[in-house]
């Protein structure tokens, strides 16, 4: 047995299925879950010695790359001056600051410690500002496992094929509605038939829980013009997407101008931290300035603040997101290229720094419909198949891909390289 076998073993004594998250237990992918020692620039190293270049990147915080000397240092001297206080700090007014700068939308911000916690505030925000109870998100968009955003979620809860857990009383879920993502005409269904309740949207501006799924044009510009007419407000969850798709986020990316957004991921740099922010007459709704409580004994953490403010102040260097999505280019083109040259039908999607591939012969995908009808079969063989050759994929063929900085010219070419060799294997 290798020794990540022997912890999967030990672990699923003491842990649920032995893991603290659903998708790192393979189900999507069958085989056991390499147990990580540690992670430095592009690559991972599990407990068996072995070393995986990483396109997982902690599923998407670690835009720079693992240990980033920056990042490592502003923690240590964080951790000089103590763990956690409780009371308002410098640092949290910097990084309120640095957030608003990059994502003009968001007048003001206030910090929690997850995704979770960012979209669940700011839906609670959304119905206490507008005095509704409905909300309207998308099948198969994730916004973490809030009871009222997990029906007809992506993601994890995909990849169990369990889109709607159970736990979550009818009463709760009666209030979400669900809408076909990329379709504009499903959401004015919604509208019309819940004219004056629905308190918001909310949407994943670039879908990466059910793969990677982009908008299609006017679909963005559609839902802001749904929500204006309507009286609802626009939640851009940019958990994912945030200081990814581009230094303003997918928002800036195109164009669209959301009364909320909710951040996490790439804002903690690697420590667990989430946001919301935006409208300042909304924002001001909440407590203490307004009545919709919300709240948390470590949100603002000095050391999470200082990872966060390390990571995004290296982001804004010049130049730095033409070169990551150049490289996700060429690791989507790449993987599209093998798979024709060995007859494999495959479609890819890339926006920023995140990518997916479907094997479909679809020639675009846009719904989520098309991604429930790919070759699973073919996934798990280029997931395993990538894993063999030192590549460490999301084990799930409904998650982006993500590249970091860290991503050079050579862990791209290995890359390329063995995924024409898996793939030349799965076409003999
Ligand atoms: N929103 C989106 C778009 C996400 O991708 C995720 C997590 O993957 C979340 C929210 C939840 O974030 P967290 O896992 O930090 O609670």
């Given at each position: 047995?290798?020794?990540?076998e022997?912890?999967?073993?030990?672990?699923?004594?003491?842990?649920?299925?032995?893991v603290?998250?659903?998708?790192?237990?393979?189900?999507?992918?069958?085989?056991?879950?390499?147990?990580?020692?540690?992670?430095?620039?592009?690559?991972?190293?599990?407990?068996?010695?072995?070393?995986?270049?990483?396109?997982?990147?902690?599923?998407?915080?670690?835009?720079?790359?693992?240990?980033?000397p920056?990042?490592?240092?502003?923690?240590?001297?964080?951790?000089?001056?103590?763990?956690?206080?409780?009371?308002?700090?410098?640092?949290?007014?910097?990084?309120?600051?640095?957030?608003?700068?990059?994502?003009?939308?968001?007048?003001?911000?206030?910090?929690?410690?997850?995704?979770?916690?960012?979209?669940?505030?700011?839906?609670?925000?959304?119905?206490?500002?507008?005095?509704?109870?409905?909300?309207?998100?998308?099948?198969?968009?994730?916004h973490?496992h809030?009871?009222?955003?997990?029906v007809?979620?992506?993601?994890?809860?995909?990849?169990?094929?369990?889109?709607?857990?159970?736990?979550?009383?009818?009463?709760?879920?009666?209030?979400?509605?669900?809408?076909v993502?990329?379709?504009?005409?499903?959401?004015?269904?919604?509208?019309?038939?819940?004219?004056?309740?629905?308190?918001?949207?909310?949407?994943?501006?670039?879908?990466?829980?059910?793969?990677?799924?982009?908008p299609?044009?006017g679909?963005?510009?559609?839902?802001?013009?749904?929500?204006?007419?309507?009286?609802?407000?626009?939640?851009?969850?940019?958990?994912?997407?945030?200081?990814?798709?581009s230094?303003s986020?997918?928002?800036?990316?195109?164009?669209?101008?959301?009364?909320l957004?909710t951040?996490?991921?790439?804002?903690?740099?690697?420590?667990?931290?989430?946001?919301?922010?935006?409208?300042?007459?909304?924002?001001?709704?909440?407590?203490?300035?307004?009545?919709?409580?919300?709240?948390?004994?470590?949100?603002?953490?000095?050391?999470?603040?200082?990872?966060?403010?390390?990571?995004?102040?290296?982001?804004?260097?010049?130049?730095?997101?033409?070169?990551?999505?150049?490289?996700?280019?060429?690791?989507?083109?790449?993987?599209k290229?093998?798979?024709?040259?060995?007859?494999?039908?495959?479609?890819?999607?890339?926006?920023?720094g995140?990518f997916?591939?479907?094997?479909?012969?679809?020639?675009?995908?846009?719904?989520?419909?098309?991604?429930?009808?790919?070759?699973?079969?073919?996934?798990?063989?280029?997931?395993?198949?990538?894993?063999d050759?030192?590549?460490?994929?999301?084990?799930?063929?409904?998650?982006?891909?993500?590249?970091?900085?860290?991503?050079?010219?050579?862990?791209?070419?290995?890359?390329l390289?063995?995924?024409?060799?898996?793939?030349?294997?799965?076409?003999?």
């Open positions: 047995m290798t020794r990540s022997t912890l999967f073993e030990q672990a699923k004594q003491t842990i649920p299925g032995g603290n998250s659903p998708v790192r237990a393979f189900n999507g992918v069958g085989g056991t879950p390499r147990f990580i020692e540690k992670a430095d620039g592009a690559y991972i190293y599990d407990a068996d010695g072995n070393k995986y270049i990483d396109y997982v990147g902690s599923w998407g915080p670690m835009i720079l790359g693992h240990n980033h920056k990042i490592r240092q502003a923690v240590l001297d964080a951790v000089e001056n103590g763990l956690s206080f409780g009371a308002p700090t410098e640092l949290e007014v910097t990084m309120a600051e640095k957030v608003i700068e990059m994502v003009p939308s968001m007048e003001m911000v206030r910090m929690v410690s997850s995704g979770t916690e960012a979209t669940m505030s700011a839906i609670r925000l959304a119905r206490g500002f507008t005095g509704r109870d409905k909300i309207l998100k998308f099948e198969g968009c994730y973490g809030a009871d009222c955003l997990l007809k979620a992506g993601s994890g809860a995909l990849t169990l094929g369990q889109p709607s857990s159970p736990g979550i009383p009818e009463d709760f879920a009666k209030h979400t509605l669900t809408a993502y990329n379709d504009l005409d499903s959401v004015k269904a919604m509208f019309e038939q819940y004219p004056d309740s629905i308190s918001c949207i909310i949407l994943e501006p670039v879908a990466g829980n059910m793969n990677c799924i982009p299609v044009a679909f963005l510009e559609g839902l802001r013009a749904l929500c204006d007419e309507f009286g609802a407000l626009l939640i851009i969850d940019e958990v994912m997407t945030g200081f990814r798709v230094k986020g997918a928002q800036g990316h195109y164009g669209i101008k959301p009364d957004t951040l996490g991921k790439v804002i903690g740099g690697g420590m667990p931290v989430g946001a919301f922010g935006g409208r300042k007459d909304v924002m001001q709704f909440i407590a203490p300035t307004g009545p919709v409580y919300q709240a948390g004994t470590l949100s603002g953490n000095p050391i999470a603040m200082s990872a966060g403010l390390a990571q995004m102040e290296a982001l804004c260097e010049e130049g730095l997101y033409e070169e990551l999505a150049a490289k996700t280019k060429r690791i989507a083109e790449g993987f290229a093998a798979a024709d040259k060995h007859g494999i039908p495959m479609s890819i999607n890339y926006v920023g995140m997916g591939f479907f094997f479909t012969d679809e020639p675009q995908v846009t719904l989520f419909e098309q991604v429930t009808k790919c070759n699973m079969e073919h996934f798990r063989a280029f997931y395993h198949g990538m894993l050759e030192g590549v460490y994929l999301a084990p799930s063929a409904y998650e982006a891909g993500f590249l970091s900085m860290a991503h050079g010219e050579e862990e791209l070419q290995a890359t390289a063995a995924a024409d060799r898996v793939l030349a294997r799965i076409a003999a």
